[in-house]
């Protein structure tokens, strides 16, 4: 009995629900991370769904700035189940597993257009199917999955390709206006959820002109309304960039050509790893300074890759679509205009993946049709059979990655395992110290200080929470020696010379720390905790005078804390200010009418 066209779509899209589920099952206990604090646990905007206006209104300096359409995603989570952990892991699964559907509708539909349906119709569902199961149970996806965050990638994944989905049925539709209409919106939402969007106009005229129109003549007559529409993106995607931090661009201090040669290095990793998807790599960490020496290979395969693309675009448009594919997905993000915050990450190669499987599967399929095997002979049984054991193996390797996301710990020592640099160092020593493994984690920082100046700077405080402050003062002395020149190192170091000073006073040394605490208010006058740090010191030298001044200067436009005033009482009282050191002890009492010190005080005040 023959099955109709409906029914195996349908029994492919099942396949694909059912090994989405079982490959990330494993996935949904798996613990908030790192970025998912500020954006889940500590993000107000998630906690109600209404009024619109503030559920589609993240921070603007948090990790979903210019975001909105993922924020509400995350206020519909809280909404159905709180802060439980595995709403948001089976709201990634399901969005991850949507992704692939479509991606399976579209090269369906695309082996049944004109220009290749000669050669690949007959096959048009087992290539989808393939294509799309390959792609989904991908190792290589697990970083967008599993890291609730970057629900970011995955959202702007089921956009971008349910846009261009749409887009395709349009063109062989009656009722093609809701089709455009259909693209467009979700192109909107898409622009909504991350920034890599902006290409998903770019791909859908060029996939137009390849796979549809005879030329860009005709495409713009007969879809103009559609791509006036999708440019519309565009503009949206203008206003939201300008609510994002300065973490990219051309201004955030990694050049342009820095950055390019690192991502001559980083595609070939990405390349390595969807072949060999092994040793994988939550933070890859900033760029490096690299020459052209260092990525020579790099370099020229990458050129290499595009001038193949080019070529192929011009003698054989339909395979130029997957290389035009590749690189315009991965553009946004791994091409010259610098991310300073990573070089790169796995979650990027989430969409360009799709290329170089579907290249992978069709180039299988056309192999074994030039060796004469046919659908039903043994060789392609055989064939059916390896591919089983691939997509079996890539979802048993993806199922292990899974189990390294079940920890932080885990996650990050495998980063310092597998592309160790400074910050892994650092973020792994973060999470041992918050253990209690505080010897592990200062073991850790000391690796990272070659390449990571801040980790001089965490050594020097861990050191000094440790009492080990003789250690913490060399470490502050050479971390603001390092930073001394750096644009931008003011903050850093001011906060550096307070935690220098307040170690200097523990040591006794009080006339350095008073030093330093000068050389921190010279940077920063107003800073209020300079201020009461160096009254404290100033207090127990007993020049009250200063003591006095610094303390005045730090309740300059806040409250004090029955301690702060209390001690300025004493500073008063010690000037012979005797009127106003009672008042600064009642304050003192009003703020914590148990304070025995400032009872005291008052008393001795009062009988004086």
Same mark, same amino acid.
């Given at each position: 009995m023959k099955i109709s066209d409906k029914t195996?779509?349908?029994?492919?899209?099942?396949?694909?629900?059912?090994?989405?589920?079982?490959?990330? =099952?494993?996935?949904?206990?798996?613990?908030?991370?790192?970025?998912?604090?500020?954006?889940?646990?500590?993000?107000?905007?998630?906690?109600?769904?209404?009024?619109?206006?503030?559920?589609?209104?993240?921070?603007?300096?948090?990790?979903? =700035?210019?975001?909105p359409i993922v924020n509400f995603s995350f206020a519909i989570n809280y909404a159905i189940g709180g802060l439980s952990v595995r709403?948001?892991?089976?709201?990634?699964?399901?969005?991850?597993?949507?992704?692939?559907?479509?991606?399976?509708?579209?090269?369906?539909?695309? !082996?049944?257009t004109p220009r290749v349906r000669d050669r690949l119709a007959p096959a048009a569902d087992g290539i989808a199917l393939a294509s799309a199961l390959i792609w989904m149970v991908h190792p290589l996806q697990t970083e967008a999955v599993d890291y609730v965050t970057q629900r970011t990638e995955l959202m702007m994944g089921m956009f971008y390709l349910l846009t261009l989905f749409c887009a395709i049925r349009a063109a062989a539709s009656r009722a093609s206006s809701r089709w455009h209409a259909a693209a467009i919106v979700s192109c909107l939402l898409g622009m909504g959820c991350k920034e890599s969007m902006v290409t998903a106009p770019v791909v859908v005229v060029l996939y137009d002109r390849?796979?549809?129109?005879?030329?860009?003549?005709?495409? #713009?007559?007969?879809r103009k309304g559609l791509y006036a529409g999708l440019t519309l993106g565009w503009l949206?995607?203008?206003? !939201?960039?300008?609510?994002?931090a300065n973490t990219v661009g051309f201004g955030s201090g990694v050049s342009a050509w820095t950055y390019l040669l690192n991502q001559a290095q980083m595609i070939v990793q990405y390349l390595k790893l969807t072949f060999w998807p092994r040793e994988l790599v939550l933070d890859y960490g900033p760029a490096?300074?690299?020459?052209?020496?260092?990525?020579? @290979?790099?370099?020229?395969?990458?050129?290499?890759?595009?001038?193949?693309?080019?070529?192929?675009?011009?003698?054989?448009?339909?395979?130029?679509?997957?290389?035009? #594919?590749?690189?315009?997905t991965?553009? @946004?993000?791994?091409?010259?205009?610098?991310?300073?915050?990573?070089?790169?990450?796995?979650?990027?190669?989430?969409? @360009? !993946?799709?290329?170089?499987?579907?290249?992978?599967?069709?180039?299988?399929?056309?192999?074994? $049709?030039?060796?004469?095997?046919?659908?039903?002979?043994? $060789?392609?049984?055989?064939?059916?059979?390896?591919?089983?054991? /691939?997509?079996?193996?890539?979802?048993?390797?993806?199922?292990?990655?899974?189990?390294?996301?079940?920890?932080?710990?885990?996650?990050?020592?495998?980063? /310092?395992?597998? #592309?160790?640099?400074?910050?892994a160092h650092v973020n792994l020593a973060a999470v041992l110290k918050e253990q209690g493994?505080?010897?592990?984690?200062?073991?850790?920082?000391?690796?990272?200080?070659?390449?990571?100046?801040?980790?001089?700077?965490?050594?020097?405080?861990?050191?000094?929470?440790?009492?080990?402050?003789?250690?913490?003062?060399?470490?502050?002395?050479?971390f603001i020696e390092r930073i001394n020149g750096y644009p931008g190192s003011t903050y850093q170091s001011v906060v550096a010379r307070n935690l220098l000073a307040l170690s200097l006073a523990q040591q006794g040394k009080r006339a350095q720390a008073v030093d330093e605490f000068r050389a921190a208010l010279r940077l920063d006058p107003g800073n209020a905790g300079l201020h009461g740090n160096l009254a404290f010191i100033l207090l127990q030298q007993n020049d009250f005078e200063g003591a006095r001044q610094h303390y005045e200067a730090y309740l300059t436009g806040q409250?004090?804390?029955?301690?702060?005033?209390?001690?300025?009482?004493?500073?008063?009282?010690?000037?012979?200010?005797?009127?106003?050191?009672?008042?600064?002890?009642?304050?003192?009492?009003?703020?914590?009418?148990?304070?025995?010190?400032?009872?005291?005080?008052?008393?001795r005040a009062s009988r004086q």
């Amino acid at each position: 009995m023959k099955i109709s066209d409906k029914t195996r779509t349908f029994a492919g899209g099942c396949v694909i629900v059912l090994a989405g589920a079982v490959t990330y =099952a494993n996935s949904l206990s798996g613990p908030l991370l790192f970025d998912d604090q500020s954006a889940i646990l500590d993000n107000p905007h998630i906690r109600h769904l209404r009024p619109l206006v503030e559920s589609l209104a993240p921070s603007h300096s948090g990790v979903l =700035a210019s975001r909105p359409i993922v924020n509400f995603s995350f206020a519909i989570n809280y909404a159905i189940g709180g802060l439980s952990v595995r709403g948001y892991h089976i709201g990634n699964v399901i969005l991850h597993i949507l992704c692939a559907l479509l991606l399976f509708g579209i090269i369906g539909l695309t !082996l049944r257009t004109p220009r290749v349906r000669d050669r690949l119709a007959p096959a048009a569902d087992g290539i989808a199917l393939a294509s799309a199961l390959i792609w989904m149970v991908h190792p290589l996806q697990t970083e967008a999955v599993d890291y609730v965050t970057q629900r970011t990638e995955l959202m702007m994944g089921m956009f971008y390709l349910l846009t261009l989905f749409c887009a395709i049925r349009a063109a062989a539709s009656r009722a093609s206006s809701r089709w455009h209409a259909a693209a467009i919106v979700s192109c909107l939402l898409g622009m909504g959820c991350k920034e890599s969007m902006v290409t998903a106009p770019v791909v859908v005229v060029l996939y137009d002109r390849i796979f549809l129109f005879d030329s860009m003549r005709d495409a #713009w007559r007969r879809r103009k309304g559609l791509y006036a529409g999708l440019t519309l993106g565009w503009l949206e995607f203008a206003a !939201l960039l300008t609510s994002r931090a300065n973490t990219v661009g051309f201004g955030s201090g990694v050049s342009a050509w820095t950055y390019l040669l690192n991502q001559a290095q980083m595609i070939v990793q990405y390349l390595k790893l969807t072949f060999w998807p092994r040793e994988l790599v939550l933070d890859y960490g900033p760029a490096r300074g690299l020459v052209l020496m260092d990525v020579l @290979p790099h370099g020229i395969l990458m050129v290499a890759l595009l001038t193949l693309t080019g070529i192929a675009l011009v003698l054989k448009p339909t395979a130029g679509f997957l290389g035009a #594919w590749f690189f315009i997905t991965l553009a @946004p993000s791994s091409s010259f205009v610098p991310i300073v915050t990573e070089v790169g990450a796995e979650r990027r190669m989430y969409l @360009p !993946l799709a290329a170089v499987v579907v290249l992978a599967v069709i180039g299988a399929y056309l192999g074994l $049709q030039r060796a004469g095997v046919t659908r039903r002979s043994l $060789q392609m049984r055989g064939a059916v059979a390896a591919l089983a054991l /691939v997509v079996v193996a890539l979802a048993y390797t993806t199922a292990l990655r899974n189990r390294e996301y079940a920890s932080s710990v885990t996650l990050l020592q495998t980063s /310092v395992d597998r #592309w160790p640099h400074g910050r892994a160092h650092v973020n792994l020593a973060a999470v041992l110290k918050e253990q209690g493994k505080i010897d592990e984690a200062i073991a850790h920082l000391r690796v990272a200080l070659p390449d990571n100046p801040q980790a001089q700077y965490v050594l020097g405080s861990d050191l000094y929470d440790v009492g080990r402050f003789d250690e913490a003062t060399r470490e502050l002395q050479a971390f603001i020696e390092r930073i001394n020149g750096y644009p931008g190192s003011t903050y850093q170091s001011v906060v550096a010379r307070n935690l220098l000073a307040l170690s200097l006073a523990q040591q006794g040394k009080r006339a350095q720390a008073v030093d330093e605490f000068r050389a921190a208010l010279r940077l920063d006058p107003g800073n209020a905790g300079l201020h009461g740090n160096l009254a404290f010191i100033l207090l127990q030298q007993n020049d009250f005078e200063g003591a006095r001044q610094h303390y005045e200067a730090y309740l300059t436009g806040q409250a004090g804390s029955a301690f702060v005033l209390t001690n300025l009482g004493m500073a008063l009282q010690a000037l012979g200010r005797i009127d106003e050191a009672k008042e600064r002890f009642r304050q003192a009492l009003a703020v914590d009418p148990k304070y025995v010190e400032a009872r005291i005080r008052l008393d001795r005040a009062s009988r004086q």
